[in-house]
């Protein structure tokens, strides 16, 4: 099992910034890649940003050159930073983790964090 914390969500007014946090606890030497998801009203969840445990990172062309995901591995924690925020960023953000183990694979989610952007 992996837990995950999440933190950071708020109300930004178009072009600013915010920081998401995600903790992570639990079986951490499973975990094979940390990301984040969004999900806006009405809308399906989507991938934003992920990176593996080797560092490397991916991201929906919507946030590239805007977002950055990064991660602290001495304090399990997976960071995005959001620059310049658009209205269309809004949504419910969730952390996720992909574990892998001998003969299993998991997906755990934090329980979301509000990140709204006012036009």
């Known amino acids: 099992q992996v837990q995950l914390v999440e933190s950071g969500g708020g109300l930004v007014q178009t072009g600013g910034s915010l920081r998401l946090s995600c903790a992570a606890s639990?079986?951490?030497?499973?975990?094979?890649?940390m990301g984040w998801y969004r999900q806006a009203p009405g809308a399906q969840r989507e991938s934003v940003a992920h990176i593996t445990t080797s560092g490397n990172t991916n991201y929906a062309d919507s946030v590239k050159g805007r977002f950055t995901i990064s991660r602290d591995n001495a304090k399990n924690t997976v960071y995005l930073q959001m620059n310049n925020l658009k209205p269309e960023d809004t949504a419910v953000y969730y952390c996720n983790a992909f574990c892998i183990g001998i003969n299993y694979h998991n997906d755990y989610w934090g329980q979301g964090t509000q990140v709204t952007v006012s036009s």
């Open positions: 639990g079986n951490i030497f499973s975990i094979n890649r």
